[in-house]
């Protein structure tokens, strides 16, 4: 059944010029749904998943002279955030993320919302060469490339974290592996 959905899904995607977004399928382990593939926050707002984002998102208190920092440190920046609408974790920090982009006036077309699934995939297959074993995973990219990442929650708290990516200091997230 479940690989039906993920069938009907890609055909979507595949007749479509655009992917769609907020897409909602079966999370059959809870017995409820989850999004999966490309997303939005209006998609977080969408029953069930707002009943943990809108509160988390209120609840979050931003450190205003962090952000102060941030904010011109975010020119030329893309973000893509992968994430689980089914992971306590992603349920935590998601809304924070949100809430501190909103806080710097972050232009929303610079990121990219991916819901993935259990497995951590999505059917358009936009996991792909990203390495994402750990959800949350948020990506900073300049100039195209990857600058640094937090995986699953922050070593400091969101927003220190950020800054150090956004400035190029020593950042290693919760699962860097010396190579």
Known sequence: MRNLY?????LIC??????????????EEEETIMLLGPANEEGLLQEP????YSTTYTDYK??????????????DVSIKLFMGTWCEDSQRET????KILDAVH???E??????????KVTPQKLEENFNITNVPTLIFFKDGKEMNR????????????????????PYKNAYFEEE
């Not at 595949?14 to 999370?27: G, L, S």
């Open 6 to 10: 993920f069938i009907f899904i890609a």
């Open 14 to 27: 595949f007749a479509c010029k655009e992917q769609p977004i907020n897409v909602t399928v079966p999370d």
């Open 49 to 52: 998943f707002n009943s943990w």
């Open 62 to 75: 931003v450190n205003d002279s962090l952000v102060a920092l941030i904010k011109p440190e975010l020119k």
């Open 95 to 98: 809304p924070g993320i949100y």
């Open 106 to 108: 972050f232009n929303l």
């Open 110 to 119: 610079n990121l990219q919302l991916v819901a993935v699934d259990r497995d």
């Open 150 to 169: 937090i995986v699953e929650y922050p070593i400091e708290n969101l927003e220190q974290d950020i800054l150090h990516i956004l400035r190029n200091e």
